[in-house]
Structures are given as C-alpha cells and as structure tokens.
T-cell receptor
Framework: NAGVTQTPKFQVLKTGQSMTLQCAQDMNHNSMYWYRQDPGMGLRLIYYSASEGTTDKGEVPNGYNVSRLNKREFSLRLESAAPSQTSVYFC???????????FGSGTRLTVV | KNEVEQSPQNLTAQEGEFITINCSYSVGISALHWLQQHPGGGIVSLFMLSSGKKKHGRLIATINIQEKHSSLHITASHPRDSAVYICAVMYSGGGADGLTFGKGTHLIIQP
C-alpha cells in the first residue's frame, strides 16, 4: 500500500545513547518532514526537506540531525538522547505545491 | 508567532448529536487541513481546503478565508468518531516548510 513507513514504532533509550528513526515514502513526494508531538502541545516541526538533497531546520531542531538519503528516505538522528526528547515522532510527506499530506504511524520514544 | 487556535479543547457528546469544531488562524494561508488521530494511533488526513466546503460521508469541512476561520462538522455522531481532531495550516508562501498545528480537540461520543 502506498504511504509513509516509519520505524521503529517504539523505542526506549538511556540518556546519552544515539539512534536513528527511519522514514520512507513511496508516493514520489518531493517534501518530507519530521514532527514531534508532546502532551498539551500541537505537533512541532523538527526538520524538513523540500526536495532531495536539501534539508532545513524547523521550530525545534536542537539535538537532532537529519539526512535526505534519496527522494524516498528521510531519517532523523538523535546523537545523544536526553529525557526532553521523550515524545512521539511523526514523519510526513507532501507533494509539490498545495498537496495533501501523508503521515507515518509514529514512533513513541522514551529516554530514561 | 503565527497561531492556530482550536475550540473547544474537549468535547463530550451523546451519540447522534451534531458536532462542530472550530479553527481560527492569524495570517493568510495556502491551505488548511483537518486531521484525525485515534488514541495511540497515527494521524489521518480528513480534508484539505483552500476555499468553500468539502463533504465526505458524515464529515463536512468549511472555510471562510476572509474571516480566517474553518469548521469541521460531524453529523449523526457515533462512538467510533471519538478521537482528537487537529486543524493545521500551510501559510502562504511557505508551502514546503511544513504545517502549523492547533493543539487539537479531544472528542468523546458516548453511546
């Protein structure tokens, strides 16, 4: 089925550990995004990639890095996890211009 | 900071009731999205609007560009409609740099 595939679904990290969240879309979308969702707050943009080979910071980029590996894949890396990064992370993609959005199923990350 | 405000934050209603959720925003937009999120679940796009009105089954979404306001209506509500409904906007000229989200409306439909 066409869509956005995000892995893993759940992860527990110890403070200071690193990990990479993977995201792939098969809709030939140009733009891809990483958001985090915290209780009582709207989703907030961490990083985005408007096209293959480009990435830009969003509202809350500190502590994260991203890679747009190719048109399909956009990964999010936590180099040294902190408890403040405990959150649910969503990857999303959209087409050119005013296109629809498709979200991944989310990654629930806990940093202890 | 451009804001997206939703109301109400929480809504509990009886099965069969007509539901309205409101969303207002502060500056010009290219498009507005209504999204649905079930507890512990992913996010599903219900509608994308840039003008007028859209209908899908029991769901209706409207937008008034001049008043910077949108509403999501659910007719003949059912317990399976219980979810968080999120309004999100794409600001004009900012199409590729993501959406700005409201905090969501938590809807519970009681049998």
């Amino acid at each position: 089925n066409a869509g956005v595939t995000q892995t893993p679904k759940f992860q527990v990290l110890k403070t200071g550990q690193s990990m990479t969240l993977q995201c792939a879309q098969d809709m030939n979308h140009n733009s891809m995004y990483w958001y985090r969702q915290d209780p009582g707050m709207g989703l907030r943009l961490i990083y985005y990639s408007a096209s293959e080979g480009t990435t830009d910071k969003g509202e809350v980029p500190n502590g994260y890095n991203v890679s747009r590996l190719n048109k399909r894949e956009f990964s999010l890396r936590l180099e040294s996890a902190a408890p403040s990064q405990t959150s649910v992370y969503f990857c999303a993609s959209s087409g050119t211009g005013v296109g629809g959005y498709t979200f991944g199923s989310g990654t629930r990350l806990t940093v202890v | 900071k451009n804001e997206v405000e939703q109301s109400p934050q929480n809504l509990t209603a009886q099965e069969g009731e007509f539901i309205t959720i409101n969303c207002s925003y502060s500056v010009g937009i290219s498009a507005l999205h209504w999204l649905q999120q079930h507890p512990g679940g992913g996010i599903v796009s219900l509608f994308m609007l840039s003008s007028g009105k859209k209908k899908h089954g029991r769901l209706i979404a409207t937008i008034n560009i001049q008043e910077k306001h949108s509403s999501l209506h659910i007719t003949a509500s059912h317990p399976r409609d219980s979810a968080v409904y999120i309004c999100a906007v794409m600001y004009s000229g900012g199409g590729a740099d993501g959406l700005t989200f409201g905090k969501g409306t938590h809807l519970i439909i009681q049998p």
